[in-house]
């Protein structure tokens, strides 16, 4: 054999692979969006999709004043709401029905589950003067014939200090 | 159109890594060693449950790790590690102290609730940690060659391409390709994301909120066209892997693309842009815009 022979084509799935555009990348792409959220991989599903309501957990005092979350409780909101839903994701999926189908009660279980987790890493130096309780709330923003608004908060859980 | 050494025979779709110089990617390691150790959580004392395991927390319990916090030792070791990794020394032992770091960390915490602040890092160690550990020369493995290292820069961008182009994907797929259409829904999203942050830091609410969220609903093909463009960007993002031109300017769009988010719906991703920055923009700028040294007389 001489330098000059060309090396010999690659066969089967060799082949396709070398064809393959971006070949690492489409790979990993496939990966990550068939194994989803498995922690490091992701497939990365913020606002893929939505429809015209979305809520926000926050915690406030016994008066509904708002606390500060990253402050006193080292974790934010829109954590404190992804763990809310999964709760409610797990009360309801024995019965097949979607989050947004659960009941006030089931809500307020799940938020009781988060307020107890929130409560027990909270740093009371954090919080505002004159506190005696915590309560959970969610607040649900809607569009609706063309306006933006939003509802009550609902109260999802409440503790006392 | 390839501008990389060993892909000059090898069209636009198939490329590899880039020949990047010693110092670039000396500069690149000591950068990237940075943002690893400030990405890493190292608060772990809240995490003390894994109520919602994710990736190996379903097989293994991280919650010691919120009982007993890293220490001083613990982070010397990781940063003793991260050093020799930005000198290129035996990267594939000296970066493990790292990875394994913000793996089991990043694991407890997204067992908690998913937040998606640390993936991109976290996948970008790991994918280098693979490179560093099976070199294909033994030789490689103490004092990695210029190939390897960049290799190790190939398989980083891979993972930074592949996880904008699977989050536009997921868009469309989740929306059942309607994400377009279903923009001006978008308006109640800013309106909670910028909610919850007040409820985070107790900061009000920028002022122009209403007026812009009301104007996504009003002008809809106006707000389809800015968040279109974005999801363009997250679907394009193949196009870093191309050259070093590419790298460049796919870098500025993505982290043009986390400004806006962070303006408009204060969402920071601050990782991210460090990221696009050092692996893709300040590595590429001279080749992008065509710098050339003055001609001698």
Known sequence: ?161 | MSATASTAKTPWWQPGPIDFSKSELLLMRLFFAVMVFFNVKWETAPYTTQRNPTGLAHFIDFTWLAHHPPGLVWKGIVAAGLFCYMLGIAPGATLAPAALTALMIGTLVTSKAMQHSWHLVTLIVLAQFIVYAWPKRRADWLRPSLAVHRLAIYATTVVFAAAYVVCGVVKLVNSDFRWIQKVPYLSVQLLKSNWASYYDTLQPVAPWLDRATQAIVDYPNIARLFFGAGLLIELLGFVILINRAWAFWGGLAIIALHLSISKVMDLHFEYHMAAALVFLVLPNVRHALRFRAPASV
């Open chain 1, 1 to 161: 054999m001489t330098d000059a022979t060309p090396a010999p084509a690659p066969a089967g799935l060799r082949f396709w692979w070398l064809k393959l555009p971006f070949r690492h990348m489409t790979v990993l792409v496939v990966f990550l969006f068939v194994v989803k959220e498995q922690f490091p991989f992701s497939n990365f599903p913020m606002y893929s999709n939505f429809d015209a309501e979305a809520d926000v957990l926050y915690i406030a005092d016994q008066s509904g004043r708002p606390i500060g979350m990253d402050a006193a409780f080292r974790t934010g909101s829109s954590t404190a709401k992804k763990a809310w839903k999964k709760e409610v994701a797990r009360i309801v999926n024995p019965t097949k029905r979607d989050t947004r189908q659960a009941t006030p009660e089931e809500r307020k279980a799940a938020g009781a589950v988060v307020l107890g987790d929130w409560f027990a890493n909270m740093h009371r130096d954090y919080l505002p003067p004159g506190t005696t309780a915590v309560r959970l709330y969610r607040r649900t923003f809607e569009l609706k014939e063309g306006k933006l608004g939003d509802s009550t908060p609902e109260l999802l859980a409440q503790k006392p200090l």
